[in-house]
């Protein structure tokens, strides 16, 4: 993400005095809600859905998640990459390829 949109994130919190509500547990909630919220649009119907709805309610999870990455003060880029590595060795191509099983049924 653009750290001009993160700005943004950041100036529509402060202007609001919001910091003061968003702890790691409020955020985790906000996060688990907003999902929800995304999963929502396709409840009845997984291939006709509104797509505006379903941007912007992943607008809302990926808002919520950049407020917990600043409240932790954590960088996306690094534990994205850091969560990667995780997964590469827990489901190596020559076993996982084509399979969606958890890696230790592989």
Same mark, same amino acid.
């Given at each position: 993400?653009?750290? /001009?949109?993160? #700005?943004?994130?950041?100036?529509?919190?402060? +202007?609001? !005095?919001?910091?003061?509500?968003?702890?790691?547990?409020?955020?985790?909630?906000?996060?688990?809600?907003?999902?929800? /919220?995304?999963? #929502?649009?396709?409840?009845?119907?997984?291939? +006709?859905? !509104?797509?505006?709805?379903?941007k912007a309610e992943l607008a809302d999870v990926i808002t919520c998640c950049c407020e917990m990455l600043d409240c932790l003060g954590l960088d996306a880029d690094e534990i994205v990459r850091e969560k990667m590595d995780q997964n590469e060795r827990k489901y190596p191509v020559e076993k996982a390829r084509g399979r969606a099983d958890k890696y230790d049924r592989l």
């Open positions: 993400m653009r750290e /001009e949109t993160r #700005e943004r994130i950041r100036k529509f919190v402060a +202007d609001r !005095d919001w910091e003061q509500f968003h702890t790691p547990a409020n955020l985790a909630k906000s996060i688990a809600i907003e999902a929800g /919220e995304l999963l #929502e649009c396709f409840q009845w119907n997984e291939t +006709d859905y !509104d797509r505006d709805a379903v």
